[in-house]
């Protein structure tokens, strides 16, 4: 009997993983009358998500843990036209994932797509964070879309197919300064899910992973600030307003449901998130000076400290200004204010 050897087993293995791939890609994958489950769907990206897979024809379900909020959410795709259900959930708890999962079988049918967009941010210099800070990251941005995946993953395979969208972030690609226990979680979720796509190709389900960059969601006012709270929230709420810095909410959707309808492996969103992560690749030690410098430029440790407050609780001078209107515009579209 003839043996392999390491090397050989490793090339036939990169083959089978290509031509599986290439298999999940090629598959026509009509949205029409599909279940497809967007965690976090109640306001920002989330509910531009679940917006155009309802465009689409799927079947929309939507999940989030602020019941006001979900509802006015669900209530602004009916309008739509969507058909939708929405679930109030704590998606950090497993047995509370499953329950979810289970309430949107029972009213919508078998998952055919999953969308882990869930995710928290805290904002603040490493001397104001806590543990509990990167427990929190974690168990939200990375631990509950293992759950959810755990959950939904059998009866995708029993199906023979489906889809599966994890929402990474720039930030899962090149660690940013300030924003430690979300880049930390981004860079688990991202490597669990391109790991995901290796193993469940063969089932005939397409995992995508998404690095976005900055986008005009209006979600900054529901970040928590630390430190100097409120030059941390300008610098941050400014930036994710911008023209030419930020990217559209409507635009990443439609780019992020092409993805998923593709089979996709991955996605990069905006112009600066892309040349950012090719210049991290091929250069590491310049991406690594340019963020020291900027790091520099932002606020020093102080003000409230290791203490949290949300964002809309951290206005200023800059923030709201003519600077954030296209950001303030937002928020009001995407049900980030009451």
């Known amino acids: ?51 155009e897979f309802g465009r689409r024809g799927a079947r929309v379900a939507i999940c989030a843990r602020d019941v006001c909020t979900l509802e006015r959410a669900r209530r602004d795709l009916v309008d739509r036209g969507v058909h939708v259900v929405s679930v109030a959930e704590d998606l950090t ?53 293992v759950y959810t995946v755990s959950a939904v993953l059998p009866e995708m395979r029993a199906a023979g197919g489906g889809r599966i969208v994890n929402i990474s972030s720039i930030g899962g690609k090149v660690a940013m300064p300030h924003l430690l226990p979300y880049t930390a979680s981004k860079f688990a979720l991202a490597g669990f899910s391109e790991g995901l796509r290796a193993e469940a190709a063969k089932d005939g389900i397409a995992v995508t992973t998404v690095y976005p960059g900055l ?35 409507e635009r990443a959707a439609r780019r992020i449901v092409r993805a998923c309808v593709r089979g ?32 520099r430029l932002l606020p020093r440790p102080g003000g409230i400290g290791r203490t949290q407050a949300p964002g809309h609780a951290s206005e200023s001078a800059l923030s709201p200004s003519w600077l954030t ?6 928020a009001r579209k995407y049900n980030q204010t009451a």
Not at 103 to 116: M, T
Not at 268 to 283: D, G, Y
Not at 325 to 330: H, I, P, S
């Open 1 to 51: 009997m003839t043996r392999l050897s390491p090397s050989a087993v490793l090339v036939a293995g990169a083959v089978g993983t290509l031509v599986a791939h290439a298999v999940v890609r090629r598959r026509s994958y009509d949205l029409r009358d599909r279940v497809v489950l967007v965690t976090g769907g109640s306001r920002g990206l989330g509910l531009a998500l679940a917006r």
């Open 93 to 145: 708890d497993s047995a509370r994932v499953r329950s979810a999962v289970d309430a949107v079988r029972d009213r919508l049918g078998r998952i055919d797509v999953l969308v882990n967009n869930a995710g928290v941010i805290q904002v603040g210099p490493m001397e104001t964070m806590t543990l509990e800070d990167f427990e929190q990251a974690m168990r939200t941005n990375f631990w509950a879309a």
């Open 215 to 249: 986008m005009r969601t209006g979600s900054p006012r529901h970040a928590s600030f630390k430190g100097h709270h409120r030059a941390e929230y300008a610098w941050f709420n400014i930036s994710d307003s911008l023209p030419g810095l930020a990217m559209s909410v």
């Open 264 to 295: 996709e492996s991955h996605v990069v969103l905006s112009v600066p998130a892309k040349v950012a992560v090719t210049t991290h690749a091929l250069v590491p030690r310049l991406t690594g000076g340019v963020l020291a410098l900027v790091n």
């Open 325 to 330: 209107v296209l950001g303030e515009r937002a």
